[in-house]
């Protein structure tokens, strides 16, 4: 893999308990944060080029207090009780390729972005209506 097209890069979620535990083996391994799970309704997202895991990314509901989101959004408290679940924020992203590769952490960032409400509504029955990267 000494060079690829980033446009051959693909991000889905993670299925089953396998690839589920795999994902938080590596990130608990090499993320500088380490990782302990995901809280409430998650997503593991895997980024792959080809079959080689590449890149790993996590969302969760966004947190419970951001003051400057909160005003932005406009929200009664009571709202934002009832809506923050529609509210995901990146909790982890990890590079696992060996090597640094120009772009790509924006590429699959964007990927990530683009299929992250369709694939919560599939995985957990809503959609995301704003996403903290």
């Not at 309704?41 to 207090?65: C, D």
């Not at 005003?71 to 009780?81: F, H, M, T, V």
Request: proline share 2%; aromatic share 8%.
């Amino acid at each position: 893999m000494a060079d690829f097209d980033l446009h051959a890069v693909q991000v889905r979620p993670t299925h089953g308990a396998a690839e589920h535990r795999r994902w938080d083996r590596l990130v608990a391994r090499h993320h500088y944060l380490s990782f302990r799970g995901l809280f409430g309704r998650g997503l593991r997202h895997v980024a792959t080029l080809g079959e080689t895991w590449i890149a790993l990314l996590g969302w969760q509901a966004g947190a419970l207090k951001v003051t400057v989101r909160d005003r932005w959004i406009g929200w009664s408290n009571a709202q934002k009780l009832r809506r923050l679940h529609l509210i995901c924020q990146n909790v982890r992203f990890l590079i696992i390729l060996g090597q640094r590769r120009k772009n790509l952490a924006s590429r699959v960032l964007g990927l990530s972005l683009r299929r992250l409400s369709g694939d919560m509504l599939a995985e957990h029955g809503y959609p995301v209506l704003i996403a903290e990267a």
